[in-house]
């Protein structure tokens, strides 16, 4: 049993996973990866969300320790994802007595998940719906797109709980340490929930603003999200960050290469383009081979800095293929307000470039700050020197700002 009081009458009844390789059979978890849920022992009982199945045996255990001898009164559905309903239909079958409260856009999903019409087990909410288990009540905030349509806020106003759905997650299991002052706030963990977040929720930057927005006049004590750690203490610094992201705006000035590389001729030119900005004061580059490093990071990193240099060959006429999903992959998540950098290299007929450029072009508020560095298999002094010098003057002026 993993269960754990967070107040006097709510209990964590979620689990983790650890065996599992990927988040949606393709994001890599090293961590693992937590599926929260929550018990609410009130006059009522109140299960917030079920669980992903890798836990359902886990959960389940939980849940029947928490309650007890008492029945299972509502499920609250805050989010109809997978990860956290495949519980609900062994839930049925164990509580057959259970009303499920949702909003209507979740229970058309849950019809459809299940296979038959769940109008009479439900009770659908909105925004003007009052609701109360007991001592507590609880008031209904939709948040469409962070980041399915039918996402829905719960905030106890008792125990002045924010319940958040996905917002507010993080990728990594939780080990014992349910909260975020439990933990060391460390690089790691932050680079995991900017992962988390970059490539979740990313895509859906004004609907998260929106959603802020729309609690921002409710006290707040803790905000419990679905995946990540509990947060009670550094509303401050995760608000911050959470503004940074969803209006696609920099953490830092850094500047990392991305790179393709064949016969590693692109590879040594980046290495040489990061040791001279290095010899101008460029601190903590960092570079990424695209064949060698998972989409997520990628994605992640470049949610994080506002300068990229992109090194592309040419192959087969366009680009490496692995580069071009990485780009592909930038504008479904809607990355903006960058400043690109770009390198082609090919040995007879260089496109690279022109193809970084027309996909980054597309992509709001991108910068391009240069004509492409043009290698013709590798650096040649007599061509590129001036154009290199002049790249490398650039990245160095605006990492400097």
């Known amino acids: 049993m993993a269960t754990r009081k967070i107040t006097e009458d709510i209990i964590y009844v979620g689990g983790s996973d650890s065996r599992e390789p990927t988040f949606e059979n393709f994001i890599p978890t090293p961590r693992g990866m937590a599926y929260n849920s929550y018990l609410l022992l009130d006059e009522k009982t109140v299960l917030f969300d079920t ?24 499920l609250f559905i805050t989010h109809m994802e997978p990860d ?29 998940f299940l296979g038959r019409d769940m109008k009479d087990k439900t009770i659908i909410v909105d925004p003007s719906s009052k609701f109360s288990s007991g001592k507590h009540s609880f008031k209904f905030i939709n948040a469409p797109f962070v980041h399915w349509p039918e996402v829905m806020f719960v905030y106890d106003e008792y125990s002045k709980i924010l319940f958040s759905a996905d917002t507010f997650g993080s990728f990594g299991a939780n080990f014992g340490n349910l909260f975020d002052d439990e933990i060391t706030l460390d690089n790691y963990f932050f680079e995991e929930q900017r992962r988390y977040y970059a490539n979740v929720i990313g895509k859906f930057g004004k609907f998260v603003c929106k959603s802020i927005d729309s609690v921002s006049d409710l006290d707040i004590k803790m905000v419990c999200p679905l995946h990540g750690v509990i947060w009670r203490s550094h509303f401050d610094l995760l608000l911050k960050r959470y503004s940074l ?65 992109i090194a592309a060959t040419t192959y087969n006429a366009n680009l490496y293929p692995i580069m071009k999903n990485f780009l592909h992959d930038m504008a479904a998540l809607n990355v903006q307000n960058r400043n690109v950098a770009i390198i082609e290299n090919g040995t007879w007929a260089p496109v690279s470039g022109k193809r970084v450029i027309d996909l980054i072009s597309k992509m709001p508020n991108m910068n391009i700050i240069n004509t492409p560095v043009k290698l013709m298999s590798r650096y040649n002094a007599e061509r590129n020197e001036v154009e290199t010098k002049e790249l490398i003057d650039k990245l160095v002026d605006l990492y400097n700002k």
């Open 51 to 74: 669980a992903d199945k890798s836990i359902l045996s886990l959960f389940f255990t939980n849940l029947e320790n928490a309650l007890g001898d008492r029945k299972l009164d509502y």
């Open 84 to 112: 956290h309903t495949e519980a609900i239909e062994d839930l049925l079958v164990r509580h057959p007595e259970v009303t499920i409260v949702l909003n209507k856009t979740s229970l058309k999903m849950l019809n459809n």
């Open 245 to 309: 992201w969803s209006q696609y705006l920099p953490e830092s000035n850094d500047i990392i290469i991305i790179y393709n590389t064949l016969y590693n001729h692109t590879s040594d030119f980046c290495y040489d383009i990061a040791t001279k900005l290095a010899e101008r004061g460029v601190k903590n580059i960092k570079m990424y081979d695209v064949s060698k490093t998972d989409l997520t990071f990628l994605i992640s990193e470049v949610f994080r800095v506002k300068n990229i240099l």
